[in-house]
């Protein structure tokens, strides 16, 4: 009997204790955490640095409220950040989780357009799927129907253009043309929205759960940043997933060398340690709304002096392991061990990711890239197989939220390749486990 509830009825081994990339639950089965919780836990468990950093905070002082102080811990991890940054973006608005970061942002560039005259600017543009959390605002720039259906008539849903998906509509991802094709039809909702209506275009430099990792084409991002400068419209990074270094770079935009306007953190910046997100903006932006009176918004918990003691040793952890170099070198390893997978194993049609943000998405037939039938619960399943082979990984459905199973393999950014053998070993009997179930996979020969 629990007092809890969360999504469903489900029940839970307990947990007992983390370390590194392993946990244990009271009956002493150890688990490898290939998805980093919900790809959050980067730096892995446990990380003395870390526990030390927010022990000593917490013998002076674990709260402070923002309107009474200023605190150390909340300032250093300000500058560290911003010396993270792009150049340009200078100022940091801390939060408590991704959906208030995403919410703050929005806000922050309608405030902002407020202030420089531009009333009428109030549509956010975003992708379909997508995932930007779960508070209302949030969700209206989520393009995932399971999540946001329910609650459309409470919100006012924002203006989606597709997600730009080249393995499923069969375009080749290198070619420029490709991300031009995508970008095209960002253009073509502004000019339909109204250009002088449009705030942001807010997008997930690589995909998150909702589209399993999707890598943009070649030219894309480029475009994007085009189209927007064309019309004046901020472009918003969620970085929630990407951030702090789990792509192989600190920002997932730095890939692709394009300058976002608002970069919005959470997940690894304080890696599970405490409860943190962020927004970083530039002064251009903050300036107007500061002399206009103020940002009308604000969370009880901002720059909470533990969360931001932790969130500070996060970073320094990360640059002090390398592990940005370790999560591009093992994320190499781990997408060549995943496709030798897809070479054994037909119902994976696709592999993608960057850095230790990696996925694979099952389908019935390669060629035509038809999802397995939605009746057999993949995207469950199979989690459940490999958990119970001791493996945790991650799973959504990419196709309209309703089918296209594909599954997240994101351990911690401190993996080594002995674990990474040890996460294919378990997807590979959860794999022949999973097909043996479903009788519908015709092994091929490595
Ligand atoms: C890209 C992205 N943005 C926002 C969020 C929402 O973050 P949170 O669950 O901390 O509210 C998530 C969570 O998965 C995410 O992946």
């Given at each position: 009997m629990s007092y809890l509830f969360y999504q469903g009825r489900g029940r839970k081994p307990v947990l007992d204790e983390a370390r590194g990339v392993y946990m244990w639950d009271t009956d002493g089965k150890r688990y490898l955490d290939g998805s980093s919780g919900a790809m959050v836990c980067n730096i892995g468990h446990s990380n003395e640095k870390v526990l030390t950093a927010m022990r000593e905070q917490m013998e002076k002082a674990t709260f402070g409220y923002r309107l009474h102080f200023e605190t150390e811990a909340s300032e250093k991890l300000a500058a560290k950040t911003v010396e993270k940054m792009p150049e340009g973006l200078s100022k940091v608005f801390f939060v408590s989780g991704g959906s208030e970061a995403v919410e703050s942002a929005m806000k922050l560039a309608r405030q902002y357009a407020i202030a420089t005259g531009q009333d009428r600017r109030w549509k956010v543009?975003?992708?379909?799927?997508?995932?930007?959390?779960?508070?209302?605002?949030?969700?209206?720039?989520?393009?995932?129907?399971?999540?946001?259906?329910?609650f459309a008539p409470m919100m006012r849903e924002m203006p989606k253009v597709p997600a730009p998906r080249a393995y499923l509509d069969?375009?080749?991802?290198?070619?420029?043309?490709?991300?031009?094709?995508?970008?095209?039809?960002?253009?073509?909702?502004?000019?339909?929205?109204?250009?002088?209506?449009?705030?942001a275009f807010v997008l997930e430099p690589v995909g998150g759960a909702s589209t399993g990792a999707l890598v943009p084409p070649a030219g894309y991002m480029q475009a994007v940043r085009e189209i927007c400068d064309r019309h004046g419209i901020l472009l918003i990074m969620d970085e929630v997933m990407t951030g702090a270094g789990r792509t192989g770079a600190f920002l997932g935009c730095e890939h692709w060398g394009t300058r976002p306007d608002l970069v919005v953190l959470s997940k690894g910046f304080a890696a599970g340690y405490a409860p943190l997100g962020g927004i970083v903006?530039?002064?251009?932006?903050?300036?107007?709304?500061?002399?206009?009176?103020?940002?009308?918004?604000?969370?009880?918990?901002?720059?909470?002096?533990?969360?931001?003691?932790?969130?500070?040793?996060?970073?320094?952890?990360?640059?002090?392991?390398?592990?940005?170099a370790n999560a591009a070198r093992m994320g190499e390893v781990l997408k060549t061990r995943l496709e030798d997978l897809m070479q054994r194993y037909a119902i994976?049609?696709?592999?993608?990711?960057?850095?230790?943000?990696?996925?694979?998405?099952?389908?019935?037939?390669?060629?035509?890239?038809?999802?397995?039938?939605?009746?057999?619960?993949?995207?469950n399943r199979f989690v459940d197989i490999a958990y119970d082979n001791g493996l945790i990984v991650y799973s959504r459905r990419t196709r309209g939220g309703y089918e296209g199973d594909h599954i997240l393999v994101c351990p911690p950014m401190i993996v080594n390749e002995n674990q990474i053998e040890e996460i294919v070993d378990m997807l590979d009997i959860s794999l022949r486990q999973f097909t043996n179930e479903i009788h519908t996979a015709v092994p091929q020969s490595a």
């Open positions: 543009i975003a992708r379909s799927p997508s995932y930007h959390g779960c508070t209302l605002g949030a969700l209206a720039v989520t393009g995932y129907d399971p999540l946001t259906r329910p069969g375009l080749d991802p290198g070619d420029p043309a490709t991300g031009r094709h995508y970008a095209d039809m960002l253009a073509e909702t502004i000019e339909r929205e109204g250009p002088d209506s449009v705030l903006a530039p002064d251009w932006m903050v300036d107007p709304v500061l002399d206009a009176g103020g940002f009308a918004h604000g969370f009880t918990y901002a720059g909470n002096p533990l969360a931001c003691a932790a969130g500070l040793a996060v970073i320094e952890e990360i640059e002090r392991q390398g592990m940005i994976i049609g696709d592999v993608r990711g960057k850095g230790l943000l990696t996925a694979f998405e099952f389908v019935s037939d390669r060629r035509t890239m038809a999802p397995l039938p939605a009746s057999l619960g993949a995207c």
